[in-house]
Nanobody
Framework: VQLQASGGGSVQTGDSLRLTCEDS????????MGWFRQAPGKEREFVAG????????AYGDPVTGRFTISRDIAQNTAWLSMNNLTPEDTAVYFC?????WGRGTQVTVSS
């Protein structure tokens, strides 16, 4: 598992972003994939998860209804579509799969 998160940036309240998590490992994987985030001075927080098949998803309470997780098994890639962003969503976002963690991507939302 070799994960790389991308797609972060600086946006304003109400804007949208789409994060990408690519697993560039040598072998196809069948792991669940998930997104966590960590804001300055806070603990890492669960954001969203998706089963290896893509059938089941789960979301943290703060993002339910605004964020959507999806994946493409063949590409070993997952996405996190984030809508109606608020300053409280400002954090470094990390993806995880198979026990591995990718380097995070910064999301900054200004009011």
């Amino acid at each position: 598992v070799q994960l790389q998160a991308s797609g972060g940036g600086s946006v304003q309240t109400g804007d949208s972003l789409r994060l990408t998590c690519e697993d560039s490992g040598d072998a196809p994987t069948s792991y669940n994939m998930g997104w966590f985030r960590q804001a300055p001075g806070k603990e890492r927080e669960f954001v969203a998860g998706i089963s290896w098949s893509g059938v089941r998803t789960a979301y943290g309470d703060p993002v339910t209804g605004r964020f959507t997780i999806s994946r493409d098994i063949a590409q070993n890639t997952a996405w996190l579509s984030m809508n109606n962003l608020t300053p409280e969503d400002t954090a470094v976002y990390f993806c995880t799969s198979g026990g591995g963690w990718g380097r995070g991507t910064q999301v900054t939302v200004s009011s």
